[in-house]
């Protein structure tokens, strides 16, 4: 390989960081098995381009062994890795063996530490690089199934046959759950094109390490955040393509995948409490490579067809947006929605549902019970008044990157580290009569910190319910911030505040999603995430997440007729869902056997041109999160007609909204619950 300048040894540590980093990244999916962690391999390269300067007076070769070794010693004890090397045995292209010689020098397992630290040690610059064949063995290496990764680190393009990119094609057919991640390091741009056809084609990432930007400071979050991919979790279940037929369910956790078909899935839920509201929330993951906007549908019907309440989930922008959505049985104007023994719920993927085949997503659904009476019950919540929250020492916390592993917070301050792309998740358990205050501080950025971050970015959080709403309090007053979901980040740090309406009963009789999905208590998630750039390095910014409780706990909390207590969701442990099956494999005419060396394809690459890295996503999944209702229209709610008239409900004008503010979520029906 070529020189390109000065690189400083921290480039280095970016491909041990990648390594990690890209495990949490890829297609949504389900629950693994409980203690399965996924399956990981390296693939180094060993080929004799290694030798050359990585800056500081450093080889590649050491400061890839410094680097490596930092993050193994940080690997997950459970974590099944194991480590292969190519061009390690033979010198010359011309000898036997240079084409295929690729060594498994770690089988993957657990408790191989000191193994791969053994190998790590010795691993030194020699031959050419097999890199299709090397891919093809180790897709053998991982197994028929199960999370698989293939995470390939190369200094140069392929001197040998199979061809790379055509090879990673043929692995990607053996399923969703396999995935081929790749690093550039120091490389021109015809071997770069080369190893982002890899990443392309395996359906993974593609992480450029030539730069001379300082991440040390991101190394331990992103270890942290090793093997903890995007999840889907709930009890299995498979919709039908119609009413009759579908599974009737009773509330509680569940899985299904889209078909890749316009037709909806259906489901039947039974009504355990009479006169209950049930309430019915979807979560799910575009995969990556999807149009920036893909709507689906979750509706509620009664079984003779009665629409109680429907939204639109929707994913907006990134390359893997998070989408939730709610249904809800309550109307006070359609006594069937609460009289009905069942209620029928079905799911659309709408016009894009090419795009989400085989997507899994997960449905909670709740049940609640009637209320005695809401005389005595307070009133539906205004707008709120942001306290200020008094600052505690923070403590260490590692974020989630789904529903399932999102860390449970108190009041207090938390610090970590967010990432371009990164999706972070928290819990927030709240009562009836409180209120979640949140905010995101980071202070001012230096050095090859602020170099990296550039002049804007963008800082987005969210409040969602326990069910799915998106309940960002629109109207709050004195919120520190732009007084908005979206924060601009600059050299100069951020405060950005977010928070919601007082949880009351009588918050269900509101006009959107703010006060439905504020109408019950539960926990609650705080969403944050950071915008990122095509050209964006890997770096982390040090942030402080600070959570307040506003309110008494307990105030306003109903009496449910004759005791009767709500029905969770989360009542149901969580199990693994089936994970989709891979398309057939198709024919294909193109050569991927090992073969001889490549024609003028020396082991330098010669190419120019500036770097041009794609961070499709790191620890959590890439995306800027606007959930449900981030453009909705606003709700058109009807109101209770004397003695059952025909008479159509009125429809309320479309509200405004100030700039730079999101309109709350607006499913087209009646508030929830009653």
């Known amino acids: 390989m070529r020189t390109q300048g000065y690189r400083r040894p921290a480039a280095l540590a970016l491909i041990a960081a ?16 409980p203690g399965d962690t996924g399956k990981l391999v390296l693939v180094l390269d060993s080929s004799g381009s290694m030798k050359e300067p990585a800056g500081d007076g450093k080889t590649k070769i050491v400061a890839a062994r410094t680097a490596l070794t930092q993050v193994v010693g940080k690997l997950p004890e459970n974590a099944q890795v194991g480590l292969r090397v190519y061009g390690a045995t033979v010198f010359k292209r011309s000898q036997p063996g ?25 691993y030194k610059p020699f031959g050419e690089t097999p890199i299709g064949y090397s891919l093809q063995q180790a897709a053998k290496d991982l197994g028929p199934s199960g999370q698989r990764t293939i995470v390939l680190v190369s200094d140069g393009e392929a001197t040998c046959a199979p061809e790379p990119c055509a090879v990673a094609k043929e692995i990607a057919k053996q399923g969703i759950d396999l995935k081929i991640d790749v690093v550039g390091f120091r490389v021109g741009a015809k071997a770069r094109s080369q190893l982002q056809c890899v990443a392309r084609e395996g359906r993974g990432d593609y992480y450029d390490a030539d730069s001379t930007i300082d991440l040390e400071a991101g190394l331990d979050r ?10 889907i979790s709930g009890t299995p279940v498979q919709g039908a393509p119609q009413q009759e037929g579908a599974p009737v369910l009773a509330p509680g956790h569940y899985s299904d995948s889209f078909t890749g078909s316009p037709t909806a899935k259906y489901y039947v839920i039974k009504r355990t409490i009479p006169g209950s509201t049930l309430r019915a929330g979807i979560s799910f993951r575009r995969p990556a490579g999807g149009d920036l906007v893909i709507q689906s549908e979750v509706k509620l019907n009664t079984t003779e067809g009665d629409n109680c309440g429907w939204s639109y989930p929707r994913a907006f922008e990134g390359d893997q947006g998070l989408a939730t959505g709610t249904a809800s049985s309550w109307s006070d104007w359609q006594k069937e929605c609460s009289e009905s023994a069942q209620m029928v719920l079905t799911v ?29 019950l307070p009133a539906k919540a205004g707008d709120p008044v942001w306290v200020s929250m008094p600052g505690t020492t923070p403590r260490e916390v ?22 371009p792309g990164e999706l972070q998740l928290y819990r927030v358990k709240a009562d009836w009569g409180q209120r979640i205050q949140a905010q995101v501080t980071v202070a001012q950025l230096g050095g090859a910190l602020a170099e990296a971050s550039g002049t804007v970015r963008y800082l987005d959080t969210a409040l969602i319910s326990p069910i799915g709403e998106d309940v960002y309090a629109v109207f709050a007053k004195k919120m520190p911030g732009s007084g908005g979901k979206r924060g601009v980040l600059t050299k100069q740090g951020i405060v950005h505040g977010v928070t919601m309406k007082e949880i009351r009963y009588l918050n269900r009789d509101g006009a959107n999603n703010q006060d439905t999905g504020t109408s019950t208590p539960g926990e609650y998630y705080l969403a944050v995430s950071l915008s990122r750039r095509a ?10 997440v600070t959570i307040g409780m506003q309110g008494t706990a307990g105030t306003g909390k109903p009496e449910y007729v004759d005791g009767a207590t709500p029905v969770s969701g989360d009542t149901v442990t969580p199990t693994p869902s089936p994970t989709p099956s891979a398309e057939p494999s198709q024919p294909t005419d193109e050569k991927t056997e090992a073969g001889g060396p490549v024609e003028d394809n020396g ?15 790191l620890g959590g999944g890439a995306l800027l999160l606007v959930l449900v209702g981030a453009w909705s229209i606003v709700r058109l709610r009807r109101q209770p007609v004397a003695a059952h008239s025909q008479q159509s409900p009125p429809q309320y004008p479309q509200q405004q909204y100030p700039p730079q503010q999101y309109p709350p979520q607006a499913p087209n029906q009646g508030p929830p619950g009653r």
């Open 18 to 33: 990648v390594l990690l980093a890209c495990l949490s990244i890829g297609t949504a999916q389900a629950d693994p098995e």
């Open 98 to 122: 240079a084409c295929t010689d690729t060594q498994l020098t770690v089988p993957i397992g657990t408790g191989n530490r000191p193994q791969l630290l053994a190998a790590i040690s010795t």
């Open 222 to 231: 992103l270890s942290t955040r090793a093997f903890r991919p995007f999840r």
């Open 348 to 376: 659309s993927a709408g016009k894009d549902f090419r795009q989400l085949k085989g997507v899994p997503y997960e449905l909670r659904i709740n049940e609640e019970p009637p209320v005695a009476s809401t005389t005595s």
């Open 398 to 419: 590692t974020p989630g990157s789904s529903f399932p592993d999102a860390p449970l917070l108190a009041a207090g301050s938390y610090k970590t580290t967010l990432m």
């Open 535 to 544: 050209e964006d390095k890997a770096f982390a910014v040090p942030m402080t």
């Open 603 to 617: 082991s330098s690459s010669t190419g120019d041109g500036a770097p041009v890295g794609l961070i499709a996503g």
